[in-house]
């Protein structure tokens, strides 16, 4: 397909860090990684407009196959010339296969190997998706980058459980890649096999046999951050990214919190995706340089300084903590907003200085001080 | 205090019609009349940043007493360098007494000569607002305009009743006048009465006699558009209008509808101010030149086109009515914001699009074609 020059940039390479910078190229612009994927579910993410989303500046989104082709169709936003005329995003977009989403929200589940039957969180309707479906979907919508339809046992999934569904979702997978796409998108593998070692390396194997016989444009990791213990996604991320190809991106679902966006950069992930931003935005919960604070606490009321005094978003250089605190209080929708505009940022800021730092070789000291600053007292 | 130079530019002056254009000026800018002020009851017109307000561009806007006493607090907006530093919104702001919220949001109310004893709507807390204590919140505020406090009747009352109220707030009216406010600040005394006219007129000639000793800067009309018959309130509205002296500005309170802003402008008032377009916009009920559309109706669901045609605000120059269909379907924040900023555009402009129309002495022609217009069928 050739759309993907994933082209690494800068690699650390000492025994410690496997941490790279790079970009790739989509035909609605390049990608600079490492890069956190601002969540627009439903054909928005939440709470800011277009014109708000381009000054926070991610160099991608992600859009939800799942929301949007129950409301308002995959056929609907295809009529009204796909995902990016719909919402009005010119840059990047990928979308999920719409997998995680059926096992997380969707009731009465059937699985077959032909795909799964469940019905709409929205009226209960029956509904079915299949690789070929997720394809399809994709496709009408548009996007910039598709994500194969994998299967998503609960986190603790027993062994057994756990090895039928890898084996599921290679099959899903072959469905996927023999699918006929948009002329311009590329397609993404995702592995699974929770936090079993062997299990991952064993799927990566039969992802890399399908890849050799028609290269896949990303790789993914599915099914971490789902309830394990950090050591255990810690250590299994770290052993199974080395074992990715290093000429393509990598992309690490569903994570995260800076914290673990941070220690992804440094296992050399490139991609990541979140609602943590968004959704601890409209709770109040604001992530800062010098560590977390929750606005509604009573000791912002008076408060003239900013979020995060080393933020130059909008709603840090222009508005107090008093200002947002007394918005969250009083119900304001603008709060939501505000709240949303700095998370975004931050999290966006957060890569872009990693791949700063990368560039200058000088990641670990990065990484250090950032930690160091994160542990602030007294915000 | 000679800071208001109410300048009227252009009156049609024939019988028909009393209409005019002018300006005046604040310290934090000219308005230039008549004018649609937006409503920012807590600190923030719901929904919209001051960035898109200000492409909203309303002349001045809104801030409640009532509210911002209550929560945050006038001393605390104060403390933070009063209420276009808070919310950030450095163009005029008016704000109204606290005298209308009281008698319709508060409860177990005690009129007295003295002012009106009264619990929060937020916490219960009794709470006092006099004459004096209005002032000084809004000399707290900062705003640029200052209103009386004035007793607000229901709609319908007595007549009775109604003149008792009329001359409480005439007392109240010369206390307010010999309270000492901000030097920037100007003070519009409000003109009550119902639906009386020989009443009203009376007021006004209250008014004017303290008026005569130091001059306000303009004259309001209140305790219209509160529920009685539409004819009433406009006979009444047409023929008080042309008994306010014509040197300074006339606002007409909590109005209203396109339609009852095109009527008072051609009476001659200078000045509305309405929660109807962003409360409208929440639910999805939309102004257009072409009349109101429901953006929730099925027939706008495939639907290309933008709300307005005719309108070149950031919702319709980017979104079609699908997009905000499937919003307000999904219960997006993004639809009420882009909603609000429709509704707002559109309200102001019609109050532009009439001072274009006054200058070029054509506001009959206007008002026929907008009322036509109005009528459009098959939106």
């Known amino acids: 397909m050739g759309i993907f020059q994933f082209c690494p940039e800068h690699n650390i390479n000492n025994n410690s860090s496997a941490a790279r910078a790079g970009r790739f190229t989509t035909s609605h612009g390049e990608v600079l990684t490492p890069t956190f994927m601002p969540v627009g579910t439903q054909g928005s993410v939440k709470g ?57 929200l969707a009731s009465m589940r059937k699985i077959t190997d032909d795909g799964v039957f469940f019905q709409s969180h929205i009226d209960g309707s029956k509904c079915f998706l299949s690789p070929e479906r997720s394809m399809e979907i994709q496709r009408n919508l548009g996007s910039d ?25 290679t099959e899903w997978l072959k469905r996927c890649r023999t699918f006929s796409l948009g002329e311009h998108q590329g397609l993404f593998a995702i592995n699974q096999g929770g936090t079993h070692l062997d299990l991952r390396l064993r799927h990566l194997e039969d992802i890399l046999e399908i890849d050799a016989k028609c290269p896949f444009q990303g790789f993914a990791i599915g099914g971490l951050s789902v309830g394990e213990p950090k050591e255990e996604m810690n250590a299994v991320l770290s ?59 009573a000791r912002h009321r008076f408060s003239d300084t900013p ?13 107090s903590r008093a200002y947002l ?55």
């Open 307 to 319: 979020i995060d005094p080393n933020c130059s978003c909008y709603t840090c250089r222009i508005f």
């Open 145 to 169: 980058i598709v994500m194969a339809l994998d299967e998503c046992p609960a986190g603790r999934s027993e062994r057994l459980k756990l090895e039928k569904s890898v084996s599921r979702t």
């Open 239 to 297: 052993e199974l990214v080395k074992e990715l190809p290093d000429d393509r991106p990598r992309y690490l679902m569903g994570v995260g919190t800076p914290e673990d966006i941070l220690f992804g950069i440094e296992q050399g992930v490139d991609m990541f995706d979140c609602v943590l931003p968004t959704r601890e935005a409209r709770h109040g919960r604001l992530l800062t340089s010098i560590g977390r604070i929750n606005i509604k606490n």
């Open 48 to 104: 800011v407009t277009p014109a708000q989303l381009k000054e926070i500046a991610p160099q991608i989104i992600l859009g939800n196959t799942y929301h949007l082709s129950l409301r308002p169709g995959d056929e609907l936003i295809k009529s009204l010339g796909g995902l990016h005329n719909f919402m009005a995003w010119d840059g990047p977009i990928l979308t999920d296969s719409g997998g995680f989403q059926i096992f997380s």
């Open 325 to 379: 605190h007394h918005l969250f209080k009083a119900g304001e929708l603008l709060g939501l907003t505000l709240n949303t505009i700095h998370n975004l940022s931050y999290t966006v800021e957060l890569t872009r200085a990693a791949r700063k730092a990368l560039q200058d070789k000088s990641l670990p000291d990065f990484a250090l001080a950032t930690r160091r600053l994160w542990q602030t007292e007294g915000l």
